[in-house]
């Protein structure tokens, strides 16, 4: 995806841009590549490019992620096909995270591992959420 921001202006608050709303662009991205596909099917590959985004953002490797999914399946090679153009998202979903724990820490005097636990469950329950797009 693209935006008119850089991530280090979502870390320093100067764009209000957070989970809800980059996942709901992620969305909308994969179904405006991806129109000639049904509802169940754009849903589908969103949640794991998502997952795939969330793993790396948050310091996992690309490959270890691939290597996890079903190797006869669609998946593996379609997202090392994309890995490059996934970047942009990484980093995004990355500085969104940062601000989130950056919140906390810095804005509300929360300990660092306290709100890791409390940015992890804060977004366990957005993406427990079903998307309106």
């Known amino acids: 995806m693209e935006w008119e921001f850089a991530p280090e ?6 764009v209000d841009y957070g989970l809800e709303q980059f996942r709901e662009d ?7 590549n991806l129109s000639q596909m049904d509802d169940v099917q754009q ?3 969103f949640s794991v490019m998502y997952d795939l985004c969330y793993w790396v953002a948050t310091g996992g490797k690309y490959e270890e992620f691939l ?5 006869d399946s669609f998946f593996p090679g379609f997202l ?5 153009r996934l ?6 979903l990355g500085a969104i995270l940062q ?5 906390r820490v810095d804005e509300q005097g929360i300990p660092l591992e306290a709100a890791l636990k409390q940015v992890y ?9 079903p998307l309106l797009n």
């Open 9 to 14: 202006q979502v870390i320093r608050a100067e």
């Open 26 to 32: 992620m969305l909308e991205e994969v179904r405006l």
């Open 121 to 129: 469950e804060f977004h366990r329950q957005v993406v427990t959420k």
């Open 80 to 84: 090392a096909s994309i890995e490059e």
């Open 67 to 71: 290597a996890g999914l079903d190797q």
């Open 87 to 92: 970047a942009p998202n990484i980093e995004m």
């Open 43 to 45: 849903q589908k590959i």
């Open 99 to 103: 601000r989130l724990i950056m919140e």
